[in-house]
């Protein structure tokens, strides 16, 4: 996607580079305000030791100087000034008002600093640098001395701080900028990729995948994610054309028939038998159809969620006591015994016409499926402490085989058995898929257990009732009590 000309403050790779920018910057001026102030407080706090050490050792050694050693102290200390001048290095010896009794040329401060500093406390006054020491008694008239420097070289030194601060801000504030646009460009460059990936997409052409740089970062996560999504997308867009695909050819098989029998019915003249014998296969073939599309809106129905809005309470015996008593004359006439092996009372909240379908599928297909002489039985038992109940329709019929057990439950799939019946039991495949369908959508679960020639027993879970569904339905009934 391109950036409109005039909008660039809006792209990521801006936003990213003025965030970096400023919190580079923020922590540049940060560190060296920081860096400069540790600096001079270094430099002064060096200043006041040497300051220290000198007013100390000057009052020892006024202390300890004779009449006629006085001299030579003089001497002394004015060869240390001399050596210390580019310091503004002075010292004063005072009386006891602190007035001034000899000192070295420099002359320190222009004033006199208050009377009030306390011995070996170094302050800055008029420019010095500037530490007290008093003697324990006066010698020469001496009472206190006066040491200082001059602050200028301090100063100075932080100035040549300053100076390199100031060229390694202008530096920071240029490079920071820069370095940050760069920075996010190359991250915007990925995520432009996948933008112009995103952009070629189309339905029917979802076979591009999203690049994935190797870096393991937030980026390839999300374009891992979104391949996922295409992967379930395209599988799903699949699942949908080939079911359109069986769909269709699910129904031109009984358009054809209908076609052919009508064309036969045409072609010539025919007994009032004849015409009565293809009036009915195109009454049966309309039968099937009829089914078929019944099926295909059932499937479409249950998968728009569309059930969940015409939930109720269905009392689940009932319905199961008249699905077996409705297929009760299909199967005698088959020479198959239906019974109904157990029932308790179970109250499940759902939709009651697809909860119909499943029981009327699963009794349809053992009846269709077991031979003359076989037996079914019918089984509702709900188990109130786990909240489910369990719906067992078994039969003494040929089974089905492990390998096609994982299908049976796949729209249109009918077994190899059931498709070289020929005249046997006609079906759509849609049976148990609408069964599985139904089932889902009320929380519940189905599974199929058998062995090959052994018959099969289908098991529908379903969780029962609460007191809030019902609540939900506005109807105070006592549920599965
Ligand atoms: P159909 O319309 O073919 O019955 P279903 O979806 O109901 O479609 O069933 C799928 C396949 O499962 C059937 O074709 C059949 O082979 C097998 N099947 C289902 N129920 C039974 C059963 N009770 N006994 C044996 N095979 C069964």
Not at 102 to 115: M, Q, V
Not at 131 to 141: E, K, N
Not at 353 to 374: A, C, E, F, W
Request: charged residues 20%; proline residues 4%; neutral net charge.
């Amino acid at each position: 996607m391109r950036t409109a000309p005039g909008q660039i403050w809006r792209t990521l790779r801006f936003r990213l580079a003025a965030w970096n920018a400023a919190v580079v910057i923020l922590t540049a001026i940060v560190t060296f305000v920081a860096l400069r102030q540790g600096v001079r407080r270094a430099l002064l706090h060096e200043l006041d030791q040497v300051l220290i050490d000198d007013a100390r050792e000057i009052a020892l050694a006024v202390a300890s100087s004779s009449e006629e050693g006085a001299a030579e102290l003089y001497e002394g200390l004015l060869r240390k000034s001399r050596g210390h001048l580019h310091r503004g290095w002075y010292v004063k010896l005072l009386d006891e008002q602190r007035n001034q009794i000899w000192a070295t040329p420099e002359a320190g401060p222009a004033h006199a600093p208050p009377l009030t500093i306390k011995p070996l406390s170094p302050i800055s006054f008029g420019g010095y640098r500037i530490v007290y020491d008093t003697l324990a008694r006066p010698v020469h008239g001496i009472h206190s001395i006066r040491v200082g420097a001059n602050l200028r070289f301090v100063e100075q030194d932080v100035a040549r701080i300053d100076r390199g601060v100031t060229m390694a801000a202008g530096a920071v504030l240029i490079a920071a900028p820069l370095c940050g646009y760069w920075l996010a460009a190359r991250a915007a460059r990925t995520i432009g990729a996948i933008i112009t990936t995103a952009s070629r997409l189309r339905p029917s052409h979802l076979d591009e995948r999203l690049p994935i740089h190797g870096a393991g970062d937030e980026l390839d996560q999300l374009a891992h994610t979104v391949n996922g999504l295409l992967d379930r997308i395209a599988a799903y867009l699949n699942t949908k054309r080939d079911f359109l695909a069986n769909a269709a050819h699910e129904l031109r098989t009984p358009l054809a028939a209908i076609r052919s029998s009508v064309e036969v019915a045409l072609n010539g003249d025919r007994s009032y038998e004849e015409y009565e014998d293809l009036l009915v296969d195109v009454i049966d073939e309309c039968g099937a159809l009829e089914t078929l599309v019944n099926q295909l809106l059932l499937l479409a129905e249950t998968e728009a969620d569309l059930p969940a809005a015409k939930f109720e309470l269905v009392e689940l015996q009932a319905l199961v006591t008249k699905a077996v008593d409705m297929f009760s004359g299909v199967a005698e006439a088959g020479g198959v015994s239906l019974r109904l092996k157990a029932i308790d009372r179970a109250c499940v909240y759902g939709n009651p016409q697809h909860l119909r379908q499943v029981v009327n599928n699963l009794i349809d297909n053992s009846v269709k499926y077991t031979p003359s002489g076989g037996q079914i039985s019918v089984e509702l038992a709900a188990d109130a402490a786990r909240g489910r109940v369990d719906l067992k329709v078994a039969d003494t019929g040929p089974g089905i085989p492990q390998v096609e057990q994982r299908h049976i439950f796949e729209r249109f799939y009918r077994a190899e058995s059931a498709r070289s019946r020929g005249a046997g039991p006609r079906g759509t495949g849609l049976g148990l898929s609408i069964c599985q369908s139904v089932v889902h959508t009320h929380g519940g679960a189905i599974e199929c257990r058998s062995e090959q020639g052994r018959g099969a027993c289908f098991i529908v879970t379903l969780p029962l009732a609460t007191p809030s569904d019902a609540a939900d339905l506005g109807k105070v009934v006592a549920v599965n009590q």
